[in-house]
């Protein structure tokens, strides 16, 4: 990859680097996480808006060269923000550098825009997550179980983390089948789909995160105090 490349990008990470520089790490549609090197840093970039820009370099880290605003605007302010940030968070540590996918760039600008727009951002998430983690190979099958049959919705399940879900041979903290259908076909609004969907996912990413804490869980923590 060398000469001058431009490509759309999300802006998900950044940190001061030597000579009053700072380490980008974008979200692009073709080369996936890049990493850029950003020369004498004068306006900051915004984040959460899509950007045009423009690079070059040979090496592991190359030099952004200019950029501009070229998507909508998406204004995301206090608890938003913080959901802005945790969808960040999760790119910058599951997602490799030049780990090419279209996928991940187009789910990222839609939740964006669901986040900013939805009265109920809590499908938004729970979406980005389940989406996120199927692209990224750890997905769970939410339609047949650890012994190869169907998921029956009348049946209850236990769930076992990393590997997905049984029959289980008691009620208690069973998980309905019918819930399970429902988050595999995304329909939120089924009776305690968001609820599981919230904390399944949650143990399948702290399990990618390997003991990793997150800045946007902190920034919760703090507000709802």
Known sequence: MSGRKQQPAYIIHRKPWMDESELIECLTPEYGKLPLIRKHASRPLPLFQELMIEFSGRSEQKRLLEWQVSGAVHQLYGTLG????YINELIYHLLGRYDHN???YGL??????????STDTQPAIRY?????????????????????????????????AGNGFAVSASSTAAIRGAVLLAIAHNEWHAESALFWAKRI?????????????LKSRE????ASQ
């Open 82 to 85: 913080f959901y802005g940030l």
């Open 102 to 104: 279209s996928v991940l």
């Open 108 to 117: 990222y600008s839609s939740t964006l825009h669901l986040l900013q727009h």
């Open 128 to 160: 980005f997550e389940k989406t996120l983690l199927e692209q990224l190979g750890y997905g769970l099958d939410w339609l047949v179980d650890l012994q190869g049959q169907s998921i029956i919705k009348d049946n209850g399940y236990q769930y076992y």
């Open 201 to 213: 996912l949650t143990t399948e990413i702290n399990l990618l995160l390997g003991g990793k804490t």
């Open 219 to 222: 920034l919760f923590e703090s």
